[in-house]
């Protein structure tokens, strides 16, 4: 059984930084590109970030290139994002997807406030 479990997420202000983790389960890991995305109150869902399988290819959303970073780890079979200089409108649940069988985490929530 296919299984995403997110975590990492809280509370920062503006400004600040957070690293979310991604754990996979119950498939081959290392043989998928893998993505983050989010959803805000209110709004539709919005594809953050994506990586190669093999980690060697990254793409990212307009909003957040300079500031969040894709990566991962074949060896521990996970999943990261880290979110650097965080604004206000970053505030959302973040998922991480496996595009191919659309299969999606239960999500981590990130809130930037002051």
């Known amino acids: 059984e296919v299984q995403l479990v997110e975590s990492g997420g809280g509370l920062v202000q503006p400004g600040g930084s957070l690293r979310l983790s991604c754990a996979a389960f119950?498939?081959?890991?290392?043989?998928?590109?893998m993505s983050w995305v989010r959803q805000a109150p209110g709004k539709e869902i919005e594809w953050v970030s994506t990586i190669s399988s093999d980690g060697g290819s990254t793409s990212y959303t307009d909003s957040v290139k300079g500031r969040f970073t894709i990566s991962r780890d074949n060896a521990k079979n996970t999943l990261y994002l880290q979110l650097n200089s965080l604004k206000t409108e970053d505030t959302a649940m973040y998922y991480c997807?496996?595009?191919?069988?659309?299969?999606r985490g239960q999500g981590t929530q990130v809130t930037v406030s002051s």
């Open positions: 119950g498939f081959w890991f290392s043989k998928y590109d």
């Open positions: 997807i496996r595009r191919i069988g659309n299969y």
